[in-house]
């Protein structure tokens, strides 16, 4: 087994592994793989910290293939204060299905956190699951005052988690974190996604138990199952957008960004049935006012 820096050489290979190993995991489909492949000239992308792992193959010719692969970014942390804080993130990191829970993926985590380490990144935090993170030393980001854009600042988020790297750096701060925008860039560019994914083989997507939570990019609304969805003008499933917002490839009210966060702060209700602490009309209204940005449809 051997980490190293990626090659151009590397790169459809990396960005095929990429996409075997996210599909359907953290949402129907995945668009990891179009992060990746316009991340490497974002101005955010760390080529220091862009490794690949490699096993040789056990067959005759004794070839090696590989099975992993991190990257990095820098991010910010919007102090309470308003004043913009350093600090980094990363991913995707992705080991090939065929190697999953083999402790490969640990391995190059750690090695990716020694090597940021060493360069002086002090702060990461980012998405994933925690019962995979804890054991490369990520807790919840709630624990360290680090809020995340889209969830209520008094939530535990338990897909949001960070780590300080260096002791001390962070403090005793307080702050919210928006992953940078180069995450975003399959949203923002849909048809050259589209045209992208079009090159590799065709897969079929689908709403799965232990998915991170999907709303709708128009409203808001909690995507559960695949009849929840809206659907495209061929009739296909449209994991984008709800039944109530999209049917037929077309959206179902021309409304502005404030008329819709009008028309579902009447649900408030209903949101409060799951939430730890009730909101008033007015502060559910707040709230969306900072989350509706984010959705696909209003973000700009």
Partial sequence: MNIRLER???????????????????????????????????????????????????????????????????????????????????????????????GYGL??????????????????????????????????????????HAEPRESDVPYFLAQELIPGYWGNREGTYCPPKGYFVADEHPEAFEAYEATFTQKEKALQEGQLPQFCQSCGMPLTKNEDCGTNADGSTNFDYCQYCYKDGKFLQECTMDEMIEHCSQFVDEVNKNMPKPMTKEEYKQMMQGFFPMLKRWRK
């Fill in 107 to 148: 391995k190059l985590l750690q090695y990716a956190l020694e090597k940021a380490k060493e360069m002086g990144i002090g702060l990461l935090q980012m998405e994933g699951n925690i019962e995979f993170y804890k054991h490369a030393g990520f807790d919840l980001a709630s624990k360290m005052k680090i809020h995340y």
């Fill in 8 to 102: 151009t050489s590397d790169y459809r290979e990396v960005e095929t592994l990429t996409r075997e190993a996210f599909w359907n995991i953290y949402r129907p489909g995945c668009t990891e793989h179009y992060v990746l492949n316009q991340y490497r000239t974002n101005p955010d992308f760390i080529p220091e910290l862009d490794f690949v792992m490699e096993k040789e193959d056990d067959g005759e010719h004794q070839s090696s293939k590989i099975i992993g692969h991190v990257m990095f970014s820098k991010a910010e942390i919007i102090l309470d204060d308003g004043t913009v804080f350093p600090s980094w993130t990363f991913g995707p990191i992705s080991i090939h299905p065929d190697y999953k829970r083999k």
